[in-house]
């Protein structure tokens, strides 16, 4: 079992940067599928970026060119680098982990970051 826990968020202005980390302990992140989500007031959580063995690195198009997500194997820590932020990336960003096949309900989640983008 792995714990997530993530740090790194805050107050950016409109196009700044942020970069949140997600380290984990229990288990090596690199025997899991990664991802980082976002959950907007009143919206469901929803898959921005994940790194996926055997598929690679995928991004949704609205996030392309802008976040990045990576992964440290000897810290046990993943990153999304967010740069060019908008107002409409404000969310609640959370790091996730699962073995490969799983299940939502055996997906392991990070406490979840606040990114705020405003003026």
């Known amino acids: 079992q792995v714990k997530l826990v993530e740090s790194g968020g805050g107050l950016v202005q409109p196009g700044g940067s942020l970069r949140l980390s997600c380290a984990a302990s229990g288990s090596a992140l690199l025997l899991y599928d990664l991802g980082w989500y976002r959950q907007a007031p009143g919206k469901e959580r929803a898959l921005d970026a994940s790194?996926?063995?055997?598929?690679?690195?995928k991004y949704v198009d609205s996030v392309k060119s802008r976040l990045t997500i990576s992964r440290d194997d000897a810290k046990n820590t993943m990153y999304l680098q967010m740069n060019s932020l908008k107002p409409e990336d404000t969310a609640v960003y959370y790091c996730?982990?699962?073995?490969?096949?799983?299940?939502?309900?055996?997906?392991?989640w990070g406490q979840g970051t606040q990114v705020t983008v405003s003026s």
């Open positions: 790194m996926i063995g055997g598929e690679g690195i």
């Open positions: 996730n982990a699962r073995l490969p096949g799983a299940d939502y309900k055996n997906y392991y």
